[in-house]
């Protein structure tokens, strides 16, 4: 039994093997904090985008999702060391981010380099991604998928508490484009420990059938199967309302409600703390409801906390402040609840045989309609006005949740067992 301080280490990252995959990500996450504040606040304030065009950069950098996700999955079956892509993809994200600091230098900054540098960095995240989830497997067991998955959004929602406050002073500092060398620095971190992960990956299972039809069964398990089906509708249904809301944000704070880059980063970063606290006590909330209904509050307190913010409007700067707090607590609580459920929930859904074609078919649906939602958002925002926009795309968020009604889900108390895929019919 461990003493001292051990006795407050998780067991799980007491394994070596999983403790370099989450120190590895965790680098990542809170690099990523500084691209996710400082890249619209590039474009709003330096570059003078208008609401169309922040739908579009948004757009941009989530297109590769929808282009590449089914292809990417049924590559990434055929492969037999994935880690060495995402080694690959964290370099190639890390260079692809320094070039906006570099033309920032040398006067060549302008919205047509931050739309390539969206879509590059976005390609390079579809194949890391989907490798992920196999990585995953090997250095979690599936009993341990609920602790494995808390633990990795716990270093989320810590990223989120201080990655803005970093990224507001990094700003205020250094200005925006240099303060995105944190987060090509941070994919290098991700790499040092990524290349210290010995786990041997899932075997390699050649299935029949040509390319086509490989995608087919990615997509054929998703929307064949009664569990995942609505789950993935209810989460694509929140996903295309959210980047509408996502795309105009940072436009609408610190443009409709004037609020500084660094203090919005610090009253961001306090209300996250939302996050963190969500994801030490997720996996109880998922005990206590069941992890179906643990999902189902996850997609109500999510959407619901983001209607402070258009409320906001024209309140005293200190009120507003306070409702940005309040907005990002309850949206860090919902966001966890839902993600650490039911991202455990997939994960023993899957089987490993077609664990990249259906993450591929996943990610399709539930990234590939981000870009969708985006420029939505950037559209309404220029036709009827930022503030109506984001008032209409908060409620028919909360819909997501419609889908799970008379479904098996809601019935689910705890992991469901892998899909039977003789059965189904699947390739």
Not at 115 to 132: E, R, T, Y
Not at 198 to 212: F, K
Not at 274 to 292: C, D, N, P, T
Request: a positive charge; charged letters at 10%.
């Amino acid at each position: 039994m461990p003493t001292g301080i051990g006795r407050f280490v998780p067991p799980l990252l007491r394994e070596t093997e999983f403790r370099r995959f989450w120190i590895g990500q965790t680098i990542s996450v809170f690099g990523d904090q500084v691209t996710l504040l400082a890249l619209p606040i590039v474009a709003v304030l330096i570059l003078h985008a208008d609401p169309t065009q922040m739908g579009l950069l948004t757009a941009i950098g989530l297109l590769p999702h929808l282009l590449f996700s089914l292809p990417a999955g049924v590559w990434l079956d055929r492969v037999r060391v994935r880690r060495r892509l995402m080694i690959l993809c964290d370099i190639g994200r890390a260079l692809a981010i320094a070039v906006i600091p570099a033309a920032f230098v040398l006067h060549w900054l302008g919205l047509e380099l931050l739309f390539v540098v969206a879509f590059v960095v976005g390609s390079l995240s579809v194949v890391f991604d989907i490798s992920w989830n196999t990585l995953f497997v090997s250095v979690a067991k599936r009993e341990q998928y609920v602790e494995a998955t808390a633990l990795l959004n716990g270093s989320r929602s810590l990223a989120t508490v201080a990655g803005p406050a970093i990224s507001g002073i990094l700003i205020q500092l250094f200005r925006a484009p240099i303060a995105l060398l944190a987060d090509a620095l941070s994919y290098l971190g991700s790499v040092v420990f990524l290349r210290r992960i010995t786990a041997p990956e899932p075997p390699i299972e050649h299935e029949p059938g040509t390319i086509r039809q490989q995608l087919r069964a990615g997509l054929a398990f998703i929307f064949g199967d009664p569990i995942i089906r609505p789950t993935i509708l209810s989460a694509a249904t929140l996903n295309l309302f959210n980047f509408c809301f996502q795309a105009l944000f940072i436009l609408y704070a610190t443009v409709y409600l004037g609020v500084e880059p660094g203090i919005l980063g610090l009253a961001l970063g306090a209300g996250a703390i939302g996050g963190v606290l969500g994801a030490v006590f997720a996996s109880r909330v998922g005990r206590a409801l069941g992890i179906g209904r643990a999902y189902v509050l996850g997609l109500i307190v999510f959407p619901g906390s983001v209607i402070l913010i258009p409320l906001a409007q024209g309140l005293p700067q200190a009120l507003i402040l306070v409702f940005l707090f309040l907005s990002e607590f309850g949206q860090g609580i919902g966001v966890m609840i839902l993600d650490i459920n039911v991202g455990a929930m997939i994960q023993a859904r899957t089987p490993d045989r077609i664990r990249g074609r259906a993450n591929g078919a996943f990610r399709f649906i539930n990234m590939g309609i981000r870009p969708i939602g985006a420029t939505i958002g950037g559209i309404l925002g220029g036709l009827i006005g930022v503030r109506e926009t984001l008032f209409i795309v908060i409620v028919l968020q909360l819909a997501g949740v419609l889908w799970l009604y008379g479904t098996p889900v809601l019935g689910l108390r705890g992991m469901p067992e892998p899909a039977d895929l003789d059965s189904s019919g699947v390739v």
